[in-house]
């Protein structure tokens, strides 16, 4: 049965930085990505970036995001990584971590997903 459960959010100030960390289940293994998805209240689900499980890590963010965070795996440990640079209050969102065939972000191809951890950040 997979597992995947997020941690690391809060609420933190325009500017700041945050990590977010997933920790996933052995069954996770057989995925070929991995990614972080946040649900904003006018946008619903979207992408903001994916990291490949096979061969050397490669990875996708959302134009949005580029420059400003970074996402990692640490397979020793099975956990997914999120580090969020320079966070705009536009960031606040509830974040969700996944796993699915597809490398990809758009939230259809994955069929994995963890229950969520709040990121707030104010001005």
């Known amino acids: 049965q997979v597992q995947l459960v997020e941690s690391g959010g809060g609420s933190v100030q325009e500017g700041k930085s945050l990590t977010l960390s997933c920790t996933a289940s052995v069954d996770i293994t057989h995925t070929v990505s991995m990614g972080w998805f946040r649900q904003v209240p006018e946008k619903g689900r979207e992408g903001v970036a994916a990291i490949g499980r096979i061969g050397t890590p490669i990875t996708l963010y959302a134009d949005s995001v580029k420059g400003r965070f970074a996402i990692s795996q640490d397979h020793a440990n099975n956990t997914l990584y999120l580090q969020m640079n320079s966070l705009h209050p536009e960031g606040t969102a509830m974040y969700y971590c996944?796993?699915?065939?597809?490398?990809?972000?758009?939230?259809?191809?994955?069929?994995?997903w963890g229950q969520g951890t709040q990121v707030t950040v104010s001005s």
């Open positions: 996944a796993a699915g065939p597809v490398y990809a972000l758009t939230a259809y191809y994955y069929n994995y």
